[in-house]
């Protein structure tokens, strides 16, 4: 024990001697009178988790959660998360919705002094078209530069989301792209990359050919650390922003301020919807015949107590979910359910024919007993705690809950016929689509449960083909709750959704990161989203 803790003590010292090192102070500086001012702070020291092990190739997803940094998008998110110009100076939409045509600056250079042009545009969507990413653009029949300034994307058919690739989508250089390109990004955002030593840092400068207002900071190092280690550089003062989790957010660190954060960075249990007997493609099992009956899923949503979650595991730090979209424009606030509600979820459980085996506490129902396994990632202990809370809540229900860590690798081969629980959160309505949507089934990790409900396909159908987000969101909600059927608690219960996870943060005072949006799912990248602004 004393090894260890003395261990411990010699990797806090060495990383406090390293970090101090990056740290970047200003010097005061002389006045007329021999007194001495402090210069204002440009360069920052920021502790992250997240290294993007891909890459920062917008082509094959890069920004998608959080600010590109390296790349500016045709239109992006203000902070009230309506659509606005950034590259773009404006757009139409074709009557029928399938042809859209973007006008673009014409002042606008990449971080190597080459201008940016409607060529730039075609090149990237056609290059992350042909990527089979994360990046979604089954809809685009071809993209054209009409002029230097002016780009037509025609698609095969109305799709009201492909408004958010616009958003999402980095804008790549054609004349420097290559396979080298994520790791060395050049591109007509804020900052331009400098260094990355991976596993270790990234440092950063500010892009002195952006066409927008200059960064406040000119310098920017991220440092990638593990929790505990972006704890003790924050305690040590040597970095300006750091991630923690919620179990750290009680101990004050002298010069730092907590900031809590809202987002939509949401955790829940995906259930096998369909009952047990087929398999996928390679062979994996499909279904439960346990969480394939809705009175199972209901009751489970109806018995977690979501606040006391977040009390116990959160630290107090997020807020009930009761969708994958909580609190963004397209949510339908009609999905909220009365939850931690242990007697109205017993009585639907009787009335269903699950009874309890008072020998065991488990109920039975046609000799199948109320057991399965909830699946959650080995090293995520937030996933953990939630996991082990969640089965802990529903055995005075006599539903049993075997709870099982695991890679990633491993989850993929039980998520068809077990319980998964997961997260997700962003700023595009198409994650309902592609979580919920029926043609989704057993694609990656989307609707691993295999939900199918035709009315919810139907709505969204409707959504995808309106011409404008507006129209959509009537449908996207619907989809949700429609008063009768839906995706959500109310309805069909594919999911229990359980929590937002609120985003906590060490800012040393003084530094003002602005106004935050709800943050999407990650830990870290998401809050960079304005950094430009900050000051």
């Given at each position: ?48 988790n997240a290294e993007p092990d891909a890459g920062f190739d917008p082509v094959t997803g890069w920004g998608r959660y959080g600010s590109p940094i390296f790349q500016s998008t045709i239109l992006k998110r203000n902070d009230d998360l309506e659509i606005v110009n950034d590259l773009a100076t404006d757009y139409e939409v074709s009557e029928d919705g399938k042809t859209w045509v973007v006008h673009l600056r014409d002042d606008v250079k990449f971080s ?424």
């Amino acid at each position: 024990m004393k090894n260890s803790l003395r261990l411990l003590l010699f990797a806090i010292l060495t990383l406090t001697i390293i970090l101090a090192g990056c740290t970047s102070k200003s010097k005061p500086k002389s006045t007329e009178d021999g007194e001495k001012e402090d210069t204002k702070k440009d360069e920052l020291v920021l502790a992250f988790n997240a290294e993007p092990d891909a890459g920062f190739d917008p082509v094959t997803g890069w920004g998608r959660y959080g600010s590109p940094i390296f790349q500016s998008t045709i239109l992006k998110r203000n902070d009230d998360l309506e659509i606005v110009n950034d590259l773009a100076t404006d757009y139409e939409v074709s009557e029928d919705g399938k042809t859209w045509v973007v006008h673009l600056r014409d002042d606008v250079k990449f971080s190597d002094g080459e201008p940016l042009t409607a060529k730039d545009v075609v090149f990237t969507f056609e290059k992350a078209a042909a990527s089979g990413s994360v990046v979604d653009l089954n809809a685009l029949e071809s993209v054209e530069a009409i002029d230097e300034t002016t780009v037509q994307f025609t698609l095969k058919e109305p799709r009201s989301t492909f408004v958010n690739n616009l958003v999402a989508t980095g804008i790549v250089p054609e004349h420097a792209y290559d396979e080298n390109y994520a790791e060395n990004p050049i591109g007509s955002g804020p900052f331009k990359l400098v260094q990355w030593d991976k596993g270790q840092q990234l440092i950063v400068e500010a892009n002195e050919h952006f066409y927008d207002q200059q960064p406040n900071f000119k310098k920017l190092t991220f440092l990638f650390l593990n929790e505990d280690a972006a704890f003790a550089a924050a305690q040590a003062g040597t970095v300006d922003f750091a991630y923690i989790p919620a179990a750290f957010s009680q101990k004050e660190v002298p010069g730092m301020e907590l900031k809590v954060l809202e987002t939509v960075d949401n955790r829940g249990i995906v259930f096998p919807y369909v009952p047990s007997g087929q398999t996928t493609e390679d062979g994996l099992p499909i279904g439960n015949d346990v969480t394939s009956d809705v009175a199972i899923r209901k009751a489970i949503d109806m018995g977690v107590d979501r606040e006391a979650l977040i009390d116990g595991v959160l630290e107090g730090y997020g807020t009930p979910a009761y969708s994958s979209v909580d609190g963004l424009p397209w949510w339908n606030p009609d999905t909220v359910i009365e939850d931690g509600d242990l007697e109205g979820a017993a009585k639907l459980l009787d009335e269903a024919g699950w009874v309890m085996n008072e020998q065991d506490g488990v109920r039975e129902k046609d000799g199948l007993k109320a057991e399965f396994s909830l699946y959650y990632l080995a090293n995520d202990e937030i996933r953990q705690s939630l996991s082990i809370t969640v089965a802990d809540m529903l055995k005075p229900l006599g539903i049993k809950v075997n709870v099982e860590g695991g890679s990633w690798d491993v989850i993929g081969q039980k998520m068809y016929s077990e319980a998964v629980l997961m997260g997700w959160g962003s700023h595009d309505p198409h994650e309902l689509y592609n979580i919920y949507g029926s043609e989704n089934a057993g694609v990656e990790f989307f609707n691993t449960g295999y939900y199918k409900n035709e009315k919810v396909d139907e709505y969204f159908q409707k959504a995808l083909l309106a011409n404008s987000e507006e129209e959509a969101i009537e449908y996207w909600k619907k989809a949700q709750w429609d008063g009768e059927t839906g995706l959500s608690g109310k309805g069909d219960a594919a999911w229990a959704w359980l929590v937002n996870i609120n985003h906590l943060y060490l800012v040393k005072e003084g530094l003002d990161i602005g106004d935050q949006r709800i943050h999407v799912h990650g830990h870290a990248w998401p809050s960079t989203d304005n950094i430009a602004d900050w000051k």
